[in-house]
């Protein structure tokens, strides 16, 4: 069994904005596939489903970003996953906007819903997609930069990174991912 996890806060105020956009993408797959997130538990929503004869978890926690690990937690210790079968969707600032970057393991970077699942799973060897939102460029506190809406001018660029990760993340359902992370690392 597979899980893959798309960090975000929850609630429509923060729907469309750069520290959602691991949410975008499990939505991305889940309107691919016509799968549901019609599972509520472990402080989150998400969708059991099978993909290639495999099951896979898609969780996005409901816990605010902060918090991710009290939702990823509970959930892969009642479905025996192993840490090595996880992989997890969040924005980066460090990254362009668009740009995708897969890490089999690695530190929080100062990303606190990355830090959370560290601290939750006692190890920050987990399979990651982190996805550019870059920095801002004008003197915006970075807290409200992650927390407002792209720009009209940003989606395209946006939506190309969305379906990148979404392709990469059914690449690794089929495939290694060091394959996967061949592939999509250029």
Same mark, same amino acid.
């Given at each position: 069994?597979?899980?893959? %996890?798309?960090?975000?806060?929850? /609630?429509?105020?923060?729907?469309?904005?750069?520290?959602? %956009?691991?949410?975008?993408?499990?939505?991305?797959?889940?309107?691919?596939?016509?799968?549901?997130?019609?599972?509520?538990?472990?402080?989150?929503?998400?969708?059991?489903?099978?993909?290639?004869?495999?099951?896979?978890?898609?969780?996005?926690?409901?816990?605010?970003?902060?918090?991710?690990?009290?939702? #990823?937690?509970?959930?892969?210790?009642?479905?025996?996953?192993?840490?090595?079968?996880?992989?997890?969707?969040?924005?980066?600032?460090?990254?362009?906007?668009?740009?995708?970057?897969?890490?089999?393991?690695? /530190?929080?970077?100062?990303?606190?819903?990355?830090?959370?699942?560290?601290?939750?799973?006692?190890?920050?060897?987990?399979?990651?997609?982190? %996805?550019?939102?870059?920095?801002?460029?004008?003197?915006?506190? #970075? #807290?409200?930069? #992650?927390?407002?809406?792209?720009?009209?001018?940003?989606?395209?660029?946006?939506?190309?990174?969305?379906?990148?990760?979404?392709?990469?993340?059914?690449?690794?359902?089929?495939?290694?991912?060091?394959?996967?992370?061949?592939?999509?690392?250029?």
């Amino acid at each position: 069994m597979k899980c893959i %996890i798309g960090l975000g806060n929850p /609630g429509k105020k923060y729907e469309n904005t750069r520290h959602n %956009i691991g949410f975008m993408v499990m939505d991305a797959l889940a309107k691919r596939h016509q799968w549901d997130f019609n599972q509520s538990k472990f402080n989150g929503v998400y969708a059991l489903e099978h993909f290639n004869q495999e099951k896979v978890v898609l969780l996005k926690p409901q816990t605010y970003m902060n918090l991710s690990g009290e939702s #990823v937690r509970p959930l892969i210790d009642f479905y025996q996953i192993d840490v090595e079968d996880i992989l997890v969707i969040y924005d980066d600032l460090d990254l362009p906007l668009g740009k995708i970057r897969l890490r089999q393991k690695g /530190g929080h970077g100062g990303h606190n819903g990355i830090r959370s699942l560290i601290d939750h799973l006692g190890t920050k060897d987990f399979k990651r997609i982190r %996805i550019g939102v870059g920095r801002p460029t004008s003197s915006i506190p #970075v #807290v409200k930069y #992650v927390l407002n809406p792209f720009a009209k001018e940003e989606q395209e660029d946006v939506e190309i990174s969305i379906q990148q990760s979404a392709d990469a993340c059914e690449a690794w359902l089929e495939r290694s991912f060091v394959d996967v992370m061949n592939d999509f690392n250029k």
